[in-house]
């Protein structure tokens, strides 16, 4: 079993639509939760952080964490062209004091004008 | 305030070879952490220095792989010899404490012939 699974294939939503993301997670223990964003070439950039189960939103950005079911989400709400990226789904595996992100392979998003 | 800067972007190495990718933290911050991404595979861990010292090494695949913090500032990772599968980008990241977000670089891309 993965660490981090992103399932879904390439997601295509017309502008002005919401993006909605799921991720799945195996170490129950897991306390910290992140969604990146990354352009070709670029750096994973972090857009969202979540610590606790519920929803926390953030400009169009809302994070959804259950961790009963080892589940995290990510909506994009109005989505602009320029949200056409990979998501990547982490998780921080904290144990005895080590700190390590497992990734799932990422969501690629393309929003149509 | 610099993000996490690697360097060089871009590596193209022959088999045998030895290569040594920089990475400079933001400043100020303890950890850093090196993670590696092969084609069509997910990001995965390599190791994590707090300050000058390794907190964590499992991710580390093999002994051709020595990674360096000296003086707590900025880390080289070498390979030596390289193989051909170790083609794939290279991130660092840091993070002012271990449970904090991490930040990353843009990645040094490796290519081995």
């Known amino acids: 079993q993965k660490e981090v699974e992103q399932n879904s294939g390439p997601l295509s939503v017309p502008e002005g639509a919401i993006a909605s993301l799921n991720c799945t997670y195996s170490d129950r223990g897991s306390q910290s939760f992140f969604w990146y964003r990354q352009y070709s070439g670029k750096s994973p950039e972090l857009i969202m952080s979540i610590y606790s189960n519920g929803d926390k939103e953030d400009g169009r950005f809302t994070a959804q964490l259950n961790k009963a079911s080892q589940y995290v989400s990510l909506l994009i709400r109005d989505s602009q062209p320029s949200d056409s990226a990979t998501y990547l789904c982490?998780?921080?595996?904290?144990?005895?004091?080590?700190?390590?992100?497992?990734f799932g392979k990422g969501n690629q998003v393309v929003v149509i004008p | 305030e610099a993000g996490v800067t690697q360097f060089p972007s871009h590596s193209v190495i022959e088999k045998g070879q030895t290569v040594t990718l920089r990475c400079d933290p933001i400043s100020g911050h303890d950890n850093l952490y090196w993670y590696r991404r092969v084609m069509g595979k997910e990001i995965k861990f390599l190791l994590h220095?707090?300050?000058?010292?390794?907190?964590?090494e499992s991710g580390m695949p093999n002994n051709r792989f020595l990674a360096e913090r000296t003086g707590g500032t900025y880390s080289t990772l070498k390979v030596q010899p390289a193989e051909l599968e170790d083609s794939g980008v290279y991130f660092c990241?840091?993070?002012?404490?271990?449970?904090?977000?991490?930040?990353f670089g843009d990645g040094t891309r490796l290519s081995i012939l």
């Open positions: 990241a840091s993070s002012q404490a271990g449970n904090q977000p991490q930040h």
């Open positions: 982490a998780v921080n595996l904290s144990r005895g004091g080590n700190n390590r992100l497992a």
């Open positions: 220095f707090v300050k000058e010292s390794k907190q964590d």
